[in-house]
């Protein structure tokens, strides 16, 4: 792969165009679209037992518990595969071979980050493909579009992770913890500041903290949302408005990874 990169990397070609198709190619030539294969019939046949139990709605139960399912799988696929990658290319020798071809680190580091939110992009349109039954087309268009941003904003954090801890479980685990703490800041929030919440000053701390903490972490609970498949795609203003803020944060993960990945000795 790397002799393919190095005769494919002649003036006449971007460097980060050559990396991110042959990142592409490694996904496509591993064990991951069978495991995103997998996924849907999994989804499919849960979302369909689930539909079967409910006493009423039961197609609107089984969009949004296929959709829940796969996104969670799309997730746990990209961060999985990013950090197995990256990893595996470490332990091999196989990123100082890289680095001595004629490709700068940010050019390899933009390259392979391309590449892998092009597989986010085909991991989401794989999962939306049994949505085409069970939604409208134009909820199922936003909710794949954010799924697609979702899995390239996930694999930007793992591959800072990867990079800056070189330990898949780390690796893995950092990834995941700043995930679930987007999913969930905003039921934090809503716990923190409730009726029930005290006014002592260490409470007052307490809540301010987590306001702060919210500021620095993506409000992953307002995309790809379920109940989009059952009422409609939100306001365009609302969705554009949502996915800059994925966009702003992956803009942010790139530039730390690229920061980190430019000083480091290897």
């Known amino acids: ?25 490694e996904a496509l030539r591993s064990g991951l679209p069978w495991l995103a294969a997998a996924c849907v019939l999994a989804a499919l046949g849960l979302s369909a037992f ?28 990209i961060a999985a595969h990013v950090v197995a990658s990256a990893v595996r290319e470490a332990n091999d020798k196989g990123l100082e071979l890289a680095l001595a071809l004629p490709i700068s680190r940010p050019a390899y580091y933009l ?34 579009f954010s799924l697609a941003a979702e899995a390239a904003l ?16 780390a690796a893995i685990a950092a990834t995941a913890g700043l995930y679930l703490l987007g999913r969930s800041i905003a039921a934090i929030q809503a716990i923190a500041g409730g009726p029930l919440a005290g006014d002592s000053l260490p409470e007052r701390a307490m809540r301010w903290s987590i306001d702060a903490l919210a500021l620095l972490l ?15 795609a939100p306001p365009a203003a609302e969705l554009a408005q949502v996915l800059s803020g994925v966009g702003l944060y992956l803009v942010l993960l790139a530039a730390a990874g690229l920061f980190d990945f430019s000083r480091r000795n290897l």
Do not use: N
């Open 218 to 232: 993506p409000r992953l609970d307002a995309v790809t949302r379920s109940d989009w498949l059952l009422y409609g």
């Open 154 to 169: 996930v694999a930007a954090a793992a591959l800072f992770f990867a990079s800056a801890l070189t330990q898949g479980v």
């Open 1 to 25: 792969m790397l002799m393919q990169i190095s005769a494919s990397s002649a003036p006449r070609h971007s460097p980060v165009r050559t990396v991110a198709r042959y990142t592409l190619v």
């Open 50 to 77: 689930l539909s079967q139990v409910a006493i009423t709605e039961a197609r609107a139960l089984q969009a949004s518990a296929c959709g829940a399912l796969l996104r969670a799988c799309a997730v746990f696929l």
């Open 111 to 144: 390259g392979k980050l391309l590449g892998y939110a092009c597989v986010g992009a085909l991991v989401a349109s794989l999962f939306a493909l049994p949505l085409l039954f069970l939604a409208k087309p134009a909820a199922l268009a936003a909710w794949w």
